[in-house]
C-alpha cells in the first residue's frame, strides 16, 4: 500500500487534505472576487464605502424601497453606491432650469452653489454646500435625503437630478 511510508493514519491523511485543498480553492476564489483588474495591469483590492452615515442611508433607503414597493427610494439607493467619481455635483442654476414653482427634487449627491434660484424649491440631497444651503433657504426648503424619506414614504411628486 502506498500510504504506508507516511507517518499518519491513510484516512485521516485524505480527509486533511481534501479539507485542505477545498479551503486553498476557496481562499483564492475569495482573493480573485475582491481583486479587480486596474488599466495598467495591476491588481487593487475592491473598495467599499467608508462614510458610515453614506452606508447606513443606503441600506436605509433599500429596506424602505424593497419593503415599501417604491422604486425612488431603490433607485437612489443604486445611484448614491456609485464610485465617488460618478457621483452627482449640481448647481443651483441646473436645479433653476430644471424646476418649476413648488417642485420637489431630489439629488443623490451634492448641491453645489454656482448660480442662482428665482422660485421657491424644495431641494433634497445627500450633501449641499453652504452658499447653496442658504440661498435655497432664501427662496424654498433644504432636506435631508433622510428627512424627506420621513416627508413622503412613497416618493410621489419627487424628480430625481443628477
Not at 485524505?14 to 475582491?34: M, P
Request: hydrophobic share 35%.
Amino acid at each position: 500500500m502506498i500510504f504506508e511510508s507516511c507517518y499518519f493514519d491513510p484516512p485521516q491523511n485524505l480527509a486533511v487534505t481534501k479539507s485542505f485543498i477545498k479551503a486553498a480553492i476557496l481562499t483564492r476564489l475569495s482573493e480573485r472576487a475582491e481583486m479587480r483588474k486596474s488599466s495598467d495591469g495591476e491588481h487593487m483590492k475592491k473598495t467599499r464605502k467608508t462614510n458610515p452615515n453614506l452606508v447606513s442611508l443606503i441600506k436605509l433607503l433599500q429596506t424602505e424601497g424593497y419593503h415599501n414597493n417604491v422604486p425612488l427610494w431603490v433607485d437612489i439607493s443604486k445611484r448614491l453606491s456609485r464610485p465617488t467619481r460618478h457621483k452627482a455635483e449640481v448647481n443651483l442654476s441646473t436645479i433653476n432650469r430644471h424646476t418649476r414653482e413648488g417642485e420637489t427634487v431630489i439629488i443623490p449627491g451634492k448641491v453645489l452653489g454656482a448660480g442662482a434660484l428665482d422660485h421657491a424649491v424644495i431641494v433634497s440631497a445627500f450633501a449641499f454646500s453652504q452658499s447653496a444651503k442658504e440661498q435655497i433657504n432664501a427662496k424654498g426648503r433644504t432636506l435631508t435625503i433622510p428627512e424627506l424619506l420621513k416627508e413622503n414614504p412613497q416618493g410621489r411628486g419627487v424628480r430625481i437630478l443628477e
